[in-house]
């Protein structure tokens, strides 16, 4: 159960992570890193933050970057939030791959409509 203290410091390093990778990002043309949540340990040493990558075809390679950049991105975070937090968390990167699994389920569901469409046409 998330504690009403780390989901406002979660809240607060998803919007400054997301200020942070945008402006890394708006070097490289065609590429969209967005947070879609970050989860705070009980202890507040450790935030997972979960990215969403488009193109996902790229994804795992701007994750590896992304990881091994970490130590800098929580300098810049730290920047940001040196008067709100006393400490900053240690920070993870995940891929957040739901929207990709959303839209197989929606690819899924088109085909099968299809093949009802079809069926029923046959049947006439």
């Known amino acids: 159960m998330e504690t009403t203290r780390q989901a406002k410091i979660a809240r607060l390093i ?32 450790i935030a997972k933050a979960y990215l969403s990558i488009f193109p996902s075809a790229k994804a795992p390679q701007i994750l590896e970057d992304l990881t091994r950049s970490a130590k800098t991105i929580r300098y810049d975070l730290g920047q940001k939030v040196r008067f709100q937090l006393r400490k900053i968390p240690e920070l993870a990167f995940y891929l957040d791959d739901s929207l990709d699994y959303i839209e197989n389920i929606d690819n899924l569901l088109k085909e099968e409509d299809k093949e009802i469409k079809a069926a029923e046409a046959g049947k006439e």
Do not use: C, M, N, Y
Not at 23 to 43: C, E, N, Y
């Open 14 to 45: 998803q919007k400054e992570l997301s200020e942070i990778l945008r402006l890394q990002t708006a070097k490289t043309h065609g590429i969209i890193i967005s947070v879609s949540a970050v989860r705070v340990s009980p202890d507040l040493s």
